[in-house]
């Protein structure tokens, strides 16, 4: 499952699995809850997304999350989603970060691009939230809190789960 895909636009390599904790590997496990299918459940605590099934099961992925100070949680939706998306960052992540200023008007796709293979947009109503479910090639960052509040998953594991999202999803981030 995380082998190298080089029929993907920009070729993904595989992934270094000793890189990585088992326990974050993409996994269907049992997991009973109140939420529809189809809804993503992000849990911060235990660096886990799911994607809920009607079966009482829900698809689960290892992910990176916001590190402190950069943390959110709420209800929103899975707007829309984008394969191997341009990145544009915030202004107040430039502010803080200067040596994006390159970027102010976007970062074209590709491996080296921090929104990775996919980016799944997440939307409170109408309004962007800025937050996104995207792609990384940081294997180290899964399972820790690093990432300015964006949800990151392996390559492999953000191409699946955009196959699987419709939008509109609902979206769960406690």
């Known amino acids: 499952m995380y082998r190298a895909l080089p029929d993907e636009e920009f070729p993904v390599p595989a992934v270094d699995v000793s890189q990585i904790d088992p326990k974050y590997w993409r996994q269907e496990v049992p997991y009973p809850t109140s939420e529809k299918a189809g809804t993503v459940v992000v849990d911060t605590a235990n660096r886990f997304l799911y994607h809920v099934h009607d079966d009482g099961t829900a698809m689960r992925y290892g992910i990176g999350i916001g590190r402190q100070g950069f943390e959110w949680s709420g209800r929103a939706h899975v707007a829309y989603k984008r394969e191997w998306p341009v990145w544009t960052p915030p202004a107040e992540m430039i502010a803080r970060q200067p040596e994006l200023e390159r970027w102010r008007h976007g970062q074209p796709p590709g491996l ?6 996919r980016s799944l947009y997440i939307h ?5 939230t800025l937050y996104r479910l995207h792609g990384t090639g940081e294997v180290w960052s899964i399972g820790q809190a690093v990432s300015s509040g964006c949800v990151r998953l392996l390559h492999q594991d953000v191409i699946d789960l955009a196959k699987r999202v419709r939008d509109g999803s609902p979206i769960l981030v406690a």
């Open 112 to 117: 080296d691009n921090p929104l990775g293979a």
């Open 124 to 128: 409170k109503g109408n309004t962007d």
